[in-house]
């Protein structure tokens, strides 16, 4: 178990053992039945084609991940960042604010202007930290966006979500 951030390192994850160790942290943090797990392959894909995977490691254990694939609104080019997790053992020890700065770095580094993410409003410790933390500005709401979820943290509710930027 790690005792503080000092300890981790974080890198960009590319090697199909990374990703597969984010499946794992999928089922750990979200406890997802399988058919709303992101599989290894999109993984691949998306570090493939422009998209982010970062992880915080603890050795070579993964402690959390990010993940943002590219896309094009309006015919300019951002990232959504589709999923963040942190096991338990490492949340509250700056894990998952130190994985979305190297996000908005990287984005910023290769000319990409936005980075965007969904988050439950109804999750305050989440909202806390996409709001006050991250300084993220939220313009829009979308209802269920995701269908009701297998996640025993959600108990079956819709996935109504806020749109960060």
């Known amino acids: 178990m790690a ?4 300890e981790l390192t974080y890198r960009a994850c590319d090697s199909v053992e ?6 794992e942290l999928q ?5 997802f039945a399988d058919e709303d797990l992101l599989p ?4 691949v894909v998306g570090q493939k084609i ?3 995977v970062f992880g915080a490691f603890d050795g070579a254990k993964l402690a959390g991940f990010c993940l943002a694939i590219p896309g094009i609104r309006n015919g300019k080019t951002y990232l959504h960042s589709h999923m963040l997790g942190v096991l338990p053992e490492y949340q509250d020890k700056h894990v998952g604010r130190t994985l979305k700065l190297m996000q908005r770095d990287d984005a910023l580094a290769r000319g990409i202007p936005l980075l965007e993410w969904t988050f439950d409003p109804l999750e305050l410790k989440n909202a806390f930290f996409n709001l006050e933390r991250l300084g993220a500005i939220v313009r829009r709401y979308v209802p269920n966006q995701y269908g009701a979820s297998s996640s025993a943290l959600q108990h ?3 996935t109504d979500r806020l749109v960060a930027e």
Request: net charge positive; with cysteine; glycine share 16%.
């Open 3 to 6: 005792t503080g951030q000092s």
């Open 18 to 23: 990374d990703f597969r160790k984010c499946v």
């Open 27 to 31: 089922k750990t943090v979200w406890k």
């Open 40 to 43: 290894t392959r999109l993984f």
């Open 50 to 52: 422009g998209g982010q």
């Open 156 to 158: 079956g509710l819709p």
